[in-house]
T-cell receptor, first 112, second 112 residues
């Protein structure tokens, strides 16, 4: 039972490069989320998808795009990476509106 | 704007030395308050949900309580394996999905 799986676990980019973080869950959850975690800032919501086919902005959406590919998968894309996007990114899921989130192990991104 | 403030930032205890972590919050109508545990290099793991003032939840050596302005996570006779960062989060009544606002966390170290 894998839960929430994120890839890649580590990535180094140069400023201006693009990349996509992948997330998949096998718990048949309706809702999926992308958070970033920075020292002194806590976890901040980037985008979320309440159900398949819908996406909404969170607290810090600028510089990111998302795709809810199907019920299982929710990807986060950085079109033109900036050093300010250096962070640890977490994907999470839940049944929907419960607050009981299941998190992946994180993707550690460094932008030089 | 919803806000969550956790104190202290860091806490060192000796094994068996009980203590409490604090989570102060401001939210426009509380739907739920959540406690998570995060181990180094891992994603947060859900511990408790509290919905109304006066409510308490327990799990092993942990007990969470809630008032109208704050929540406490009491740790009784902690063990070294309780060492982790403990995160508090709130969900406002009017939000869609599990849009949580997180605090920065309290890093707990329990020495043997």
């Amino acid at each position: 039972n894998a839960g929430v799986t994120q890839t890649p676990k580590f990535q180094v980019l140069k400023t201006g490069q693009s990349m996509t973080l992948q997330c998949a869950q096998d718990m048949n959850h309706n809702s999926m989320y992308w958070y970033r975690q920075d020292p002194g800032m806590g976890l901040r919501l980037i985008y979320y998808s309440a159900s398949e086919g819908t996406t909404d902005k969170g607290e810090v959406p600028n510089g990111y795009n998302v795709s809810r590919l199907n019920k299982r998968e929710f990807s986060l894309r950085l079109e033109s990476a900036a050093p300010s996007q250096t962070s640890v990114y977490f994907c999470a899921s839940d049944r929907g509106n419960t607050g009981e989130l299941f998190f992946g192990e994180g993707s550690r991104l460094t932008v030089l | 704007e919803d806000q969550v403030t956790q104190s202290p930032e860091a806490l060192r205890l000796q094994e068996g030395e009980s203590s409490s972590l604090n989570c102060s919050y401001t939210v426009s109508g509380l739907r739920g308050l959540f406690w998570y545990r995060q181990d180094p290099g891992k994603g947060p793991e859900f511990l408790f949900t509290l919905y109304s003032a006066g409510e308490e939840k327990e799990k092993e050596r942990l007990k969470a309580t809630l008032t109208k302005k704050e929540s406490f996570l009491h740790i009784t006779a902690p063990k070294p394996e309780d060492s982790a960062t403990y995160l508090c989060a709130v969900q406002a009544e009017e939000t869609s999905g599990s849009r949580l606002t997180f605090g920065e966390g309290t890093q707990l170290t329990v020495n043997p």
